[in-house]
Nanobody, 124 residues
Framework: QVQLVESGGGLVQAGGSLRLSCAAS????????MGWCRQAPGQERECVAA????????SYADSVKGRFTISRDNAKNTVYLQIDSLKPEDTAVYYC?????????????????WGQGTQVTVSS
């Protein structure tokens, strides 16, 4: 089991920035590819960024390319999501997720472990 705890969400104005963090505990963090996914009310969960277990590879959904940056610090067992140029449509609960299967993915169903989520609200 991997336990994931997100933090860093909040209320920001459009155009602002946030940095989300996800602290992992339990199994060896560097054995897992990680992702950030989000879910807005009434919508399906969408994975927006993924990073390989070494941090050497990343992948982004088209909707966030150029604005979101995923990174990780394996020494701190933490994965981050830097969100810049926030838009009202970025409003959602953001979840951290982990998968032990090789190959980074932005497909939500491929993740094995999930955090409880952190709310991001962007005002116009």
């Amino acid at each position: 089991q991997v336990q994931l705890v997100e933090s860093g969400g909040g209320l920001v104005q459009a155009g602002g920035s946030l940095r989300l963090s996800c602290a992992a505990s339990g199994r060896t963090f560097s054995n897992y590819d990680m992702g950030w996914c989000r879910q807005a009310p009434g919508q399906e969960r969408e994975c927006v960024a993924a990073i390989s277990r070494t941090g050497g590879s990343t992948s982004y959904a088209d909707s966030v390319k150029g604005r979101f940056t995923i990174s990780r610090d394996n020494a701190k067992n933490t994965v981050y999501l830097q969100i810049d140029s926030l838009k009202p449509e970025d409003t959602a609960v953001y979840y951290c997720a982990a998968t032990g299967v090789w190959g980074i993915t932005t497909t939500a169903r491929k993740y094995d472990f999930w955090g409880q989520g952190t709310q991001v609200t962007v005002s116009s």
